[in-house]
């Protein structure tokens, strides 16, 4: 039991994913009076954000000395930050940061957001210098994000009381991006480096009330599945399923609850029990790895339970399910090679990931039986992410060419360079979208073939399995002889 509850306890952490999020502006530009950037502000109200960062990166090119120009590189910053061009945000944040005609305020929430950057990329001593750049005081809400990049800092010191220490104990005032930080945190504390005070922090995070935010909902499901796991691994399975049975049904983390919550019956030699979690898991229609470790605990319950029959039918399933999917995913890699991947996550959808909800398997095509299991990679959801942003950019560049041939009309003239700059500009964004396509292809194939390897461990597992309860079998009708 020990090593499968280890397994156990490493999947949690593995596949609870590192959350990343970005807050929502920091500045009011209610009051802005320059018109560049109250013409970019109402493009972005009209919901075309594209166009309202692109009329401010032109005014910036051609230097222009309105006098926002650093509210107008901050609004740049934030909406290439919030499309995951860090780099180019990072340039403009330092811009506006180290301006000495801008105001103080605005140069603290830059430096402040800066430092989040580079905690995100893993630069915490970077963050903290950028952190020591603050001068004035910062609201409530920023003092909470100033904490938690101070403590990551600390942890990644090798500080982990400090660390602890530097945790704001109110929730009330933080903002979502500081309530993410923190799971990451008590995350660390708890899965790395064994700590109590991991589980404290996460256990915070596990009461928040979530029932107006579907991001909160989705970080308390992580925060109890990462208690609830951590739990399983010490044997404490009542207080385990505390946790696990607060997870939400209907999405796909679900599939981990069901796992878990079978073990928390397992550990207690309630083998019936564990059955009701585990049989319900192995008979959802999505794939999942839960899923396959379901296959194999069902007949190992049945097993414990002696009813060998049962043990050996189940054994014999899990055998042809673990056979048919390795074989299946060799199909689905020869698809996915071609344009299956493309026609299947190129729906258009203001939400990255709001068309995965709503999703159906579709048997008639082999790669979409294993999406799921492409959306339980964290490399692959944001390669997707940025794919997606590309389509967004490929629109937004495609309407362009009306503003030239508009142009055009109303000048009663013809612009032959701004048809070649959107060429250009149209062969760039397409190339950077076939580049990131081939990149998601390759993540899907690599994430089939790891799958494949596992199916073989699971196939030995399954054997050995199923040899061992034949001989169970064998003996227990040769002891009633």
């Given at each position: 039991m020990?090593?499968?509850?280890?397994?156990?306890?490493?999947?949690?952490?593995?596949?609870?994913?590192?959350?990343?999020t970005v807050?929502?502006?920091?500045?009011?530009?209610?009051?802005?009076t320059?018109t560049t950037?109250?013409h970019?502000?109402?493009?972005a109200?009209?919901?075309?954000?594209?166009a309202?960062?692109?009329?401010?990166?032109?005014?910036?090119?051609k230097?222009?000395?309105?006098?926002?120009?650093?509210?107008?590189?901050?609004?740049?910053?934030?909406?290439?930050r919030?499309?995951?061009?860090?780099?180019?945000?990072s340039?403009?944040?330092?811009?506006?940061?180290?301006?000495?005609?801008?105001?103080?305020?605005?140069r603290?929430?830059?430096?402040?957001?800066?430092?989040?950057?580079?905690?995100?990329?893993?630069?915490?001593?970077?963050?903290?210098?950028?952190?020591?750049?603050?001068?004035?005081?910062?609201?409530?809400?920023?003092k909470?994000?100033?904490?938690?990049?101070?403590?990551?800092?600390?942890l990644?010191a090798?500080?982990?009381?400090e660390?602890?220490?530097?945790?704001?104990?109110?929730?009330?005032h933080?903002?979502?991006?500081?309530?993410?930080?923190?799971y990451n945190?008590g995350?660390?504390?708890?899965?790395?480096?064994?700590n109590?005070?991991?589980?404290?922090?996460?256990h915070t995070?596990?009461?928040?009330?979530?029932r107006?935010?579907?991001?909160?909902?989705?970080?308390?499901d992580?925060?109890?599945?990462?208690?609830?796991?951590s739990?399983?691994k010490?044997?404490?399975?009542?207080?385990?399923?505390s946790?696990?049975?607060?997870v939400?049904?209907?999405?796909?983390l679900s599939?981990?609850?069901?796992?878990?919550?079978?073990w928390?019956?397992a550990?207690?030699?309630?083998?019936?029990?564990?059955?009701?979690?585990?049989?319900?898991?192995e008979?959802?229609?999505l794939?999942?790895?839960?899923?396959y470790?379901?296959s194999?605990?069902i007949?190992?319950?049945?097993g414990q339970?002696?009813?060998?029959n049962?043990?050996?039918?189940?054994?014999k399933?899990a055998l042809?399910?673990?056979?048919?999917?390795?074989?299946?995913?060799?199909?689905?890699?020869?698809?996915?090679?071609?344009?299956?991947?493309?026609a299947?996550?190129?729906?258009?959808?203001?939400?990255?990931?709001?068309?995965?909800n709503?999703?159906?398997?579709?048997?008639?095509?082999?790669e979409?039986?294993?999406?799921?299991?492409?959306?339980?990679?964290?490399?692959?959801?944001?390669?997707?992410?940025?794919?997606?942003?590309?389509?967004?950019?490929?629109n937004?560049?495609?309407?362009?060419?009306?503003?030239?041939?508009?142009?055009?009309?109303?000048?009663?003239?013809?612009?032959?360079?701004?048809?070649?700059?959107?060429?250009?500009?149209t062969?760039?964004?397409d190339?950077?979208?076939q580049?990131?396509?081939?990149?998601l292809q390759?993540?899907?194939?690599?994430?089939?073939?790891?799958?494949?390897?596992?199916?073989?461990q699971y196939?030995q597992?399954?054997?050995?399995?199923?040899?061992?309860?034949i001989e169970?079998?064998?003996?227990?009708?040769?002891?009633?002889?």
């Open positions: 020990k090593s499968r509850h280890s397994l156990l306890i490493g999947t949690a952490f593995g596949a609870l994913l590192p959350l990343l807050n929502a502006a920091e500045v009011d530009y209610s009051n802005t320059t950037l109250g970019a502000l109402h493009l109200a009209d919901g075309d954000d594209l309202a960062v692109a009329t401010l990166l032109m005014a910036d090119k230097g222009s000395a309105e006098p926002e120009s650093d509210a107008s590189r901050f609004y740049i910053a934030e909406t290439l919030s499309r995951g061009v860090m780099d180019e945000a340039r403009y944040y330092l811009a506006v940061a180290n301006d000495a005609g801008a105001k103080q305020h605005l603290d929430v830059a430096w402040l957001t800066y430092a989040k950057i580079r905690h995100e990329q893993g630069d915490h001593a970077g963050a903290l210098v950028a952190l020591q750049n603050i001068k004035k005081g910062l609201s409530d809400t920023q909470g994000d100033f904490a938690m990049i101070k403590a990551h800092a600390l990644a090798g500080k982990p009381q660390a602890v220490d530097a945790v704001p104990g109110n929730l009330k933080g903002s979502q991006w500081a309530l993410y930080q923190r945190l995350g660390l504390l708890l899965g790395e480096q064994n109590k005070f991991g589980a404290a922090i996460l995070l596990s009461e928040i009330d979530s107006k935010n579907p991001e909160l909902a989705a970080l308390k992580q925060a109890n599945l990462a208690l609830g796991y739990l399983l010490i044997s404490k399975a009542s207080k385990a399923r946790y696990l049975q607060q939400r049904i209907n999405n796909l599939n981990m609850a069901l796992l878990g919550m079978g928390s019956y550990i207690e030699q309630n083998h019936e029990k564990a059955l009701v979690y585990w049989l319900e898991l008979g959802r229609p794939k999942s790895t839960y899923q470790e379901a194999l605990a007949p190992y319950a049945f339970a002696r009813a060998f049962q043990s050996i039918n189940y054994y399933t042809n399910r673990f056979e048919g999917d390795a074989a299946a995913m060799n199909a689905a890699k020869n698809a996915l090679g071609s344009t299956g991947l493309a299947l996550i190129n729906g258009n959808s203001s939400d990255e990931f709001a068309w995965i709503g999703w159906q398997p579709a048997a008639s095509t082999p979409t039986v294993f999406l799921p299991l492409f959306m339980d990679s964290p490399n692959f959801q944001q390669a997707l992410k940025s794919y997606r942003t590309l389509l967004a950019l490929n937004y560049v495609a309407s362009i060419k009306g503003e030239i041939v508009a142009y055009e009309t109303r000048s009663n003239s013809t612009a032959p360079e701004l048809h070649q700059q959107h060429q250009q500009l062969d760039n964004v190339r950077a979208i580049a990131q396509l081939a990149t390759q993540l899907a194939i690599d994430i089939l073939t790891s799958y494949q390897n596992q199916l073989g196939l597992q399954a054997r050995f399995g199923m040899a061992q309860i169970q079998a064998t003996q227990n009708r040769g002891g009633k002889q």
